[in-house]
């Protein structure tokens, strides 16, 4: 007998919650914003995350320099 449980979680996540406003917001006329701008997290998430792996890499090749 399986007793397997499957979890989905639905909704909208950190990033797609603002581009979505900020979509709505630029077609309605409430903000000028370039849409470079108004599509911004979803650029700038990868870009972070990207950035924080190389702080990391950084810390990591530096602490190798250190203890070597």
Do not use: E
Not at 9 to 33: D, Q
Not at 44 to 50: G, K
Request: charge should be positive; aromatic fraction near 14%.
């Amino acid at each position: 007998m399986s007793d397997s449980k499957s979890s989905s979680s639905g909704g909208v996540g950190a990033v797609s919650l603002p581009t979505i406003v900020f979509i709505v917001l630029k077609l309605t006329g409430y903000i000028a914003w370039s849409w470079w701008w108004v599509l911004s997290p979803l650029w700038i998430a990868p870009l972070s995350v990207i950035a924080i792996g190389f702080l990391g890499l950084a810390v990591w090749l530096i602490y190798q320099a250190v203890t070597s």
